[in-house]
């Protein structure tokens, strides 16, 4: 039956068990090293992050399926208070323009949005911080209303979904260093603000 859901998913295979506990969540906190997470990206940051993708796969309507798959999850934050989302992103993925300067502007406001919207809150780690607890890979962790909570990291082209309560505590260490180095949330806003009106210069 897992096999079945997996196969039937529009999503990667690595991440389609994880992408199936998103909607049950009532609680996800999630660290980006690299790139805005998935709930956040606009649809154009999304064909700007898949365009290599596009390139190895060469066929046009898996990575469309792809994409729609992935713009589609931000219906999660329709929703007004569930699930509560924590993002801390490192300072990268605010300075690398991805897909150009000006995709970069609409793509950081639209995070701001959200966070003025007080629908989601956001934290920048920043350069200063140095070496942290987490300096390579993306990860999130799940709580649930009735179920024990699960951690998902993942890599380039791999993903691996963690439910082991002795590393799922890691992982919550981990980001609770994280988020204990990063800017405050109002610092934080203002940053990814001023980055926004710099890309539009």
């Not at 997470?37 to 154009?44: F, I, K, N, S, V």
């Not at 990268?92 to 300067?101: A, D, I």
């Not at 180095?181 to 806003?189: M, N, Q």
């Amino acid at each position: 039956m897992c096999k079945e859901l997996i196969d039937s998913s529009p999503h990667a295979p690595y991440f389609a068990d994880a992408a199936a506990l998103e909607v049950e969540a009532v609680a996800i906190s999630e660290y980006a090293p690299t790139r805005i997470p998935g709930l956040l990206q606009t649809e154009e940051y999304v064909r700007s992050v898949m365009a290599p993708s596009a390139a190895l796969l060469l066929d046009s309507a898996l990575v469309e399926t792809r994409i729609r798959a992935r713009t589609d999850r931000a219906a999660l934050l329709d929703d007004p208070t569930r699930p509560v989302l924590w993002a801390v992103l490192h300072e990268t993925v605010l300075r690398v323009p991805v897909g150009g300067p000006a995709l970069m502007a609409r793509q950081l406001k639209h995070v701001a949005d959200l966070v003025r919207r007080e629908r989601i809150l956001v934290q920048v780690l920043p350069f200063s911080a140095n070496a942290h607890a987490a300096s390579g890979s993306m990860f999130a962790l799940m709580t649930f209303e009735d179920a024990p909570p699960v951690a998902y990291s993942e890599g380039q082209y791999s993903g691996q979904l963690l439910d082991t309560p002795t590393l799922v505590a890691k992982y919550q260490l981990s980001y609770d260093l994280i988020r204990a180095a990063a800017l405050s949330p109002e610092a934080s806003l203002a940053l990814i603000e001023s980055v926004a009106e710099d890309y539009k210069q």
